[in-house]
């Protein structure tokens, strides 16, 4: 089992990770969360996630959706962000 900061670690680097398209959210995610401690609300979801293949799942899971469904004329990235977080 990781630590919460182990997670915030993992997070943190597997977002600075671009290989892809779908990847290329991760910087404006990175940018979202901002702040990489513990007491950053913005990171509580982590809380839900057991391990690195949780963690690195979440991500993924969440750029695809930002591919297939993002439509930034309608919403900013953050609330998609957070409603992802809230309601997956």
Do not use: H
């Not at 943190?12 to 007491?39: H, P, Q, R, V």
């Not at 949780?54 to 309608?74: E, H, M």
């Amino acid at each position: 089992m990781l630590s919460f900061e182990d997670k915030i670690d993992l997070l943190n680097k597997y977002l600075l990770i671009e290989e892809t398209y779908a990847d290329s959210f991760k910087g404006e995610i990175w940018c979202i969360i901002g702040n990489f401690e513990k007491g950053n609300l913005m990171l509580k979801f982590l809380e839900r996630l057991s391990d690195q293949e949780d963690i690195y799942q979440f991500i993924n899971r969440l750029t695809s959706r930002i591919v297939l469904k993002y439509d930034p004329a309608l919403e900013s990235l953050g609330d998609f962000f957070w409603d992802y977080v809230e309601n997956g």
